[in-house]
Nanobody, 117 residues
Framework: QVQLVESGGGLVQAGGSLRLSCAASGRTFSTYPMGWFRQAPGKEREFVARINWSGGSTYYADSVKGRFTISRDNAKNTVYLQMNSLKPEDTAVYYC??????????WGQGIQVTVSS
């Protein structure tokens, strides 16, 4: 069973930066594709970024491309989301996920990011 715990959220002014971390349990962490979604108040959860098992392939939503960077450290069982040039519309609860298998996706509990204008 994979458990995911996010950290690094908080309040930041527009134009600022935050780095989210997602620490995973499990000895097979390095085999999981992983990523981030977010959900703003009153909106559906939306895809943000994903990274393959090795970190060699990444993909981003158009809304964050060029501002956010996803990376992973398999030795530390951790995935990161570096968020730069933050905008008020980036305000949301951010969720980390891991694709444990073709039909099983594990989720973290979510962490709040608030960007003030």
């Amino acid at each position: 069973q994979v458990q995911l715990v996010e950290s690094g959220g908080g309040l930041v002014q527009a134009g600022g930066s935050l780095r989210l971390s997602c620490a995973a349990s499990g000895r097979t962490f390095s085999t999981y594709p992983m990523g981030w979604f977010r959900q703003a108040p009153g909106k559906e959860r939306e895809f943000v970024a994903r990274i393959n098992w090795s970190g060699g392939s990444t993909y981003y939503a158009d809304s964050v491309k060029g501002r956010f960077t996803i990376s992973r450290d398999n030795a530390k069982n951790t995935v990161y989301l570096q968020m730069n040039s933050l905008k008020p519309e980036d305000t949301a609860v951010y969720y980390c996920y891991a694709d444990v298998s073709g039909s099983v996706r594990a989720w973290g509990q979510g962490i709040q990011v608030t960007v003030s204008s």
